[in-house]
């Protein structure tokens, strides 16, 4: 199965497909915007790339992490909002099933620490996926986080199906 993980943002927004039998890294990177463009041809370009990344890998699942808003940072929620509806919507026309966790569960069932840091999260997916070096930027690397936490989040719930 192949599953795609996205770490959605504005300006950056970072996307990782595996395949989750093998934790096998089939394709990762960003899809970024520029800030001086207009957000609806930023949105767009969000929504034309994640469109055409599932038009090439055809994922059946993808995974996007639940808005998190600090009071100090509302705006930071709000755009982060605008790029996941945009992301959304792709998910929607092109029938993949969306999932989405809170980042502490996310980082939780990939690190073991619902409160891991950045370079944790990193070292980690470094570590799972058998890189020489960890996915840089950090929008990458928690995208495959994402895609991961989905593998061993939707396998626990399986096995503890089973048992009851």
Same mark, same amino acid.
């Given at each position: 199965?192949?599953? /795609?993980?996205?770490?959605?943002? /504005?300006? *950056?927004?970072?996307?990782?497909?595996? %395949?989750?039998y093998d934790f096998t890294l089939v394709e990762a990177g960003v899809i970024k915007t520029q800030v001086n463009t207009p957000i609806q041809s930023?949105?767009?370009?969000?929504?034309?790339? *994640?469109? %055409?990344?599932?038009?090439?890998?055809?994922?059946?699942?993808? *995974?996007?992490?639940?808005?998190?808003?600090?009071?100090?940072?509302? @705006? @930071?929620? !709000? /755009?982060?909002?605008? #790029?996941? #509806?945009?992301?959304?919507?792709?998910?929607? $026309?092109?029938?993949?099933?969306?999932?989405?966790?809170?980042?502490?569960? !996310?980082?939780?069932?990939?690190?073991?620490?619902?409160? &891991?840091?950045? $370079?944790? *999260? +990193?070292?980690?997916? +470094?570590?799972?996926?058998?890189?020489?070096? &960890?996915?840089?930027?950090?929008?990458?690397?928690?995208?495959?986080?994402? &895609?991961?936490?989905?593998?061993?989040?939707?396998?626990?719930?399986?096995?503890?199906?089973?048992?009851?």
């Amino acid at each position: 199965m192949r599953i /795609l993980g996205i770490d959605p943002g /504005l300006g *950056v927004t970072g996307y990782a497909v595996i %395949e989750d039998y093998d934790f096998t890294l089939v394709e990762a990177g960003v899809i970024k915007t520029q800030v001086n463009t207009p957000i609806q041809s930023r949105l767009k370009k969000i929504y034309d790339g *994640v469109s %055409e990344i599932i038009r090439e890998h055809s994922p059946e699942v993808l *995974v996007l992490e639940k808005i998190y808003s600090h009071y100090k940072h509302p @705006t @930071t929620a !709000i /755009l982060m909002g605008h #790029a996941r #509806a945009s992301i959304c919507l792709a998910c929607g $026309q092109h029938n993949v099933k969306l999932i989405n966790y809170p980042s502490t569960r !996310i980082k939780k069932a990939v690190t073991g620490n619902g409160h &891991a840091s950045k $370079q944790q *999260v +990193q070292r980690m997916v +470094q570590n799972i996926l058998r890189l020489k070096k &960890a996915p840089e930027p950090t929008d990458v690397s928690d995208a495959v986080a994402m &895609a991961l936490s989905y593998c061993y989040i939707e396998k626990r719930q399986g096995v503890m199906g089973r048992r009851s």
